[in-house]
């Protein structure tokens, strides 16, 4: 009998489908599953050092949870979410949580904000669903078009409601 955790991962090698290429990072953890994910668009540019510009590598660390509140808030991670059939991956970051109560299929269920860096308009936040959520990467290092490298840090951000 296959373990939950093998099915799991059976199940992301399908939802990543075959590596287009591997490379090596410093200061992995040992048992951990690490995955290289290239950033398009610019929904996380802000200018500021911490920015991911497309173009850019992330390395996700797979994060298991059971619950939407062990989502750790305000930091880069990517997003594989499942809506309606399709698949989407996001690099966004979250920041909170709050219950759904608007439609009998999602009652009791909680929502989490996948929010970008990127202030202009047309870079609100999305609200995910947490059954929509089929796997999460905390992002533990970038690479940069130009090769440099950082690690991400935690970083709130904020958003100006408009009147």
């Known amino acids: 009998m296959e373990s939950d955790n093998n099915k799991g991962l059976n199940g992301l090698e399908a939802a990543l489908g075959k590596p287009r290429y591997y490379i090596d990072a410093p200061d992995k953890l040992p048992g951990e599953n690490y995955y290289w994910f290239p950033n398009v668009g610019d929904s996380m540019t802000d200018n500021t050092p911490g920015s991911?510009?497309?173009?850019?590598?992330?390395?996700?660390?797979?994060?298991?949870?059971?619950?939407?509140?062990?989502?750790?808030?305000?930091?880069?991670?990517?997003?594989?979410?499942?809506?309606?059939?399709?698949?989407?991956?996001?690099?966004?970051?979250?920041?909170?949580?709050?219950?759904?109560?608007?439609?009998d299929e999602n009652t009791g269920s909680a929502a989490l904000c996948l929010r970008s860096y990127h202030p202009g308009p047309g870079y609100d936040d999305l609200w995910v669903p947490f059954q929509n959520i089929r796997y999460i990467f905390v992002v533990e290092r970038v690479r940069r078009p130009n090769g440099t490298e950082f690690v991400p840090e935690e970083k709130e951000v904020t958003r100006i409601k408009n009147k």
């Open 52 to 103: 991911i510009p497309g173009g850019s590598l992330t390395l996700g660390r797979l994060l298991t949870v059971d619950n939407i509140t062990e989502i750790p808030l305000h930091r880069p991670m990517v997003f594989i979410i499942e809506y309606k059939g399709e698949q989407f991956c996001l690099l966004k970051s979250p920041a909170g949580t709050r219950a759904i109560d608007t439609t």
